[in-house]
């Protein structure tokens, strides 16, 4: 081990084993360490010996006590080199007297890096860069070494310039800061000039660039944290001021705390972070080769305030397998190997505010033989401490993505309506196709596949297809928000329907077998809705309107030379997509833009509306009481020279003379 923490498991039951830890030291002549005895005890030394109990499994953790942090000078309790310290250790399970299994860990661990000490105030200071370049080469990017292509790397010394002298980085990347601009006299080219260049081009330093413009204001800057990095925890109790919607749950070792969950493939990953105040059901096929353990229920979450909370575990067992086992290939009673696996993993976190109050999960175990197929589940639902029952309505009326779409059947005396999707199962087909929630943003496709004989009636086989279609939509209205009111009509929206076809018309084929027209075997669901207002800063969303439509197909039935009594397949289909349009209509162009584009200042470089662009409010180089006081005066010498200009004027000036 190389970390002053390490985990193992003990199988089988635990009750009445005696767990401890002693050191082994080496022996010098032998190189062996010495032989253990059950009476040693759970500490010894700096280390800690500590065991979980489970049902079939024991997990035993071995940590260290002491400080790993370099000595600094005074300091006694800490590591005076940088390998800290070289042990072995030897983990004993006995019953009795008797050893039943032993762990041997040789530990080799190094003083830590990190500094947990008072953070130095000293900051580094950042010039104006309205008047210096914030970084005089930008192709330096590595401290204390010559980045190759270079050239203007301090570090890189004449002997090294000399192997990439010829390809050195060009522009600001390079190290040319201050690129002479356009408008700099000096840089008149002879093509493409106009010319009254030389009447109205620049003469400055370098110094002096435009392109210093483009930065901001910077006085001081602090050490941060790069985006894609978790923040170190220096302290236990200063790691987090509270969670934010979206933002991951944190366990006590400062990781992600993870439940399987689907991914955008549809495919479950079991290292998935849960989100804050973000509720999902998910349900994962695995079999018992493939199965794997999720994180621990002993591992302590971070509550948001910097103190830690256990989570309430209750284990249960699965008496009705049938749900969850979906295929059982035939094997024989003696070779069938079974293991104690979890089918079922139900979260539920208390919050308040910031932060998480409590957390209670409950798992459902049940006995996975090899050869069957299992359908684990995973939901988490997060309550507030407020709420008396599981109807939770968070501060954001609208809908999050990833929650379910709520529907609502307004013809039938219970209201409650379902829209879901198929969520196919062992071979796919449409008799054994479960049924899933349409979640609010995630665009889906699912289907299944409906056995079909080569005498099927084509109207039969479109009504049945229709209706497996139609089972999947069990409402007429779909809620705007997410806490739409069953008895408020204003809070739902009716489903648009489009019929697939007119059933007045016989579609027919002939006297073919085998082949149907206009078979509706696509489900086609849009869902549209936009951003109408924002509750602390997260978009409230709102469904305004729902489409289904249907997309027709030919079928044929599929056979090989000689097509018997037998069996083809139809495959179905259900896709949701959801449309985002703006919540208000956008301001029509006016007949001037439409007609006349040469003046619109964003397709053309001569703009004729900004002519006088230093008098309006979108010119920001200077205030605009200074630009306004300076117009007003451009304007007044403008016209005390139209006057002087004008003949009776110099009339008047004459004989004022006389």
Known sequence: MSGPRVNSFFLGNSSGVNFSIILSPIDEETGKSQLANCSGSKRAGDWNLNVTPGMNTSKVTISLTRNLQLCLPNATDCCTTPLCMVETLQVLACRDSVMLAHLLIQAEIYASSSFTGNVSENATIIPNQVFQPLGSCPCDLTAGACDVRCCCDPECTSDLKQLFNESCFTGVFGGDVNPPFDQLCS?????????????????????????????????????????????????????LTGY??????????????????????????????????????????????????????????????????????????????????????????????????????????????????????????????????LTQRFTVKFLSLKSTNATELFGNPGYQVGKPVRAANMNASDTFGSLNIWQPAGRGLCTSAAYTPVLFGLDSLSGCILEVGINEDCGLLRGKVTEKLNSLIQATHIGKRDNS???????????????????????????LKGICLDIPANLNIRII?????????????????????????????????????????????????????????PIPMTRFQINYTEFD??????????????????????????????????????????????????????????
């Not at 009111?485 to 006297?511: A, C, H, K, M, Q």
């Open 187 to 239: 840089s008149q080219s002879m093509e493409y000039t106009p010319d009254w260049f030389p009447f109205l081009c620049v003469q400055s330093s370098l110094n002096n660039t435009p392109f210093l413009g483009y930065f901001y204001h910077g006085s001081t800057s602090t050490p941060r944290v790069p985006l894609f990095k978790i923040p170190s925890q220096t302290s236990p109790g200063k790691l």
């Open 601 to 658: 200042c964003n397709r053309n470089d001569v703009c004729w509306p900004q002519l006088l662009y230093p008098l309006t409010r979108f010119y920001t180089g200077e205030p605009y009481s200074q630009c306004l006081a300076k117009g007003l005066s451009l304007a007044f010498l403008v016209l005390l020279a139209a006057i002087m200009s004008n003949p009776w004027f110099s009339k008047l000036r004459n004989s004022s003379l006389v």
């Open 485 to 511: 009111s069953y008895s408020d009509l204003n809070d739902w929206v009716e489903i648009i329907r489009l019929d697939p076809f007119n059933s007045d018309t016989n579609v027919s084929s002939g006297n």
């Open 529 to 585: 809705f936009a951003d109408v207002g924002a509750v602390q800063g997260i978009p409230q969303q709102e469904i305004l309107a729902v489409q289904i439509s249907y997309s027709t197909v030919i079928w044929q039935f599929q056979c090989g030379l000689i097509c018997e009594n037998s069996i083809s397949f139809l495959p179905i289909t259900a896709s949701v997509q959801f449309i985002k349009v703006p919540a208000q209509p």
């Open 244 to 373: 934010r919607q979206g933002d991951p749950i944190m366990t006590e070792e400062n990781e992600y705390f993870t439940i399987p969950q689907q991914s955008m493939a549809g495919q479950c990953v079991g290292n998935a972070p849960v989100a804050y105040l973000q509720n999902f059901d998910v349900k994962c096929l695995t079999n018992l080769a493939s199965y794997k353990e999720g994180l621990p229920h002993d591992v302590r979450i971070n509550t948001g305030a910097g103190d830690f909370i256990q989570q309430n575990v209750i284990y249960r067992t699965i008496t009705n397998m049938g749900k969850f086992i979906t295929e059982s290939e035939s094997l024989h009673t003696a070779e069938v190997l079974c293991q104690n696996v979890t089918f079922a993993e139900h979260y539920t976190f208390i919050w308040k505010d910031k932060n998480i109050e409590q957390i209670n999960v409950t798992v459902f175990l049940g006995s996975l033989c090899d050869g069957e197929i």
